[in-house]
């Protein structure tokens, strides 16, 4: 089952700006994970949040994660034409227990 | 190169054939991985191996099996019951925190 829900579906900026992508959950969580995902290829994990934390860097990446309103969001800062790519959140509801993915922002940044 | 090797990267099926995908890791793994992702949709869960010799089944399980006789090696495939192959499937294992490592996924239709 589908338990993450990301928002917008498809997202167009221009090369620079900041891109903004939400993605809400259902049930309690242990940690929420963001992956990328070019056309046509593999997954590739970008950052992790735990449940007991609100925000995390890395890089051009800032998430956070809203447990009260079992939301998150990843904004990407000065975005690039080679962000371009369909960003997930998964997550995980205790220990070992296998991702659930949403059905993805498709990110495209113009140069 | 440590990772996940995925064979072969398109397969094409006919009406009433099985076929294997194959998935390798060389990670040293315990946990492994099928997804399938269809167009404008996330990933859902097919099979998933927490160890050598187990497997559990995942939200759409129906006209798939697997085997995981080896650690590094977790084949899926997908059977004449799959009325609606033709997807991109995509299989990873479990690092450490869950995080979890993709190969470059197979692409296959249905002749």
């Known amino acids: 089952s589908q338990q993450g829900e990301e928002d917008p579906q498809a997202l167009s900026i221009q090369e620079g700006e900041n891109a903004t992508m939400n993605c809400s959950y259902k049930t309690s969580i242990n940690n929420l994970q963001w992956y990328r995902q070019n056309s046509g290829r593999g997954l590739v994990h970008l950052i992790l949040i735990r449940s007991n934390e609100r925000e995390k860097h890395s890089g051009r990446l800032r998430v956070t994660l809203d447990t009260s309103k079992k939301s998150s969001s990843l904004l990407i800062t000065a975005s690039r034409a080679a962000d371009t790519a369909s960003y997930f959140c998964?997550?995980?509801?205790?220990?070992?227990?296998?991702?659930?993915f949403g059905k993805g922002t498709r990110l495209s940044v113009i140069a | 190169d440590g990772g996940i090797t995925q064979s072969p990267k398109y397969l094409f099926r006919k009406e009433g054939q099985n076929v294997t995908l194959s998935c390798e890791q060389n990670?040293?793994?315990?946990?492994m991985y099928w997804y399938r992702q269809d167009p404008g949709q996330g990933l859902r869960l097919i099979y998933y191996?927490?160890?050598?010799?187990?497997?559990q089944k995942g939200d759409i399980a129906e006209g798939y099996s697997v085997s995981r006789e080896k650690k590094e090696s977790f084949p899926l495939t997908v059977t004449s019951a799959q009325k609606n192959p033709t997807a991109f499937y995509l299989c990873?294992?479990?690092?450490?925190?869950?995080?979890?490592?993709f190969g470059a996924g197979t692409r296959l239709s249905v002749l």
């Open positions: 998964a997550t995980v509801r205790s220990g070992n227990t296998p991702l659930v």
């Open positions: 990873a294992s479990r690092g450490g925190r869950n995080i979890q490592y």
């Open positions: 990670l040293n793994h315990d946990a």
């Open positions: 191996s927490q160890i050598v010799n187990d497997f």
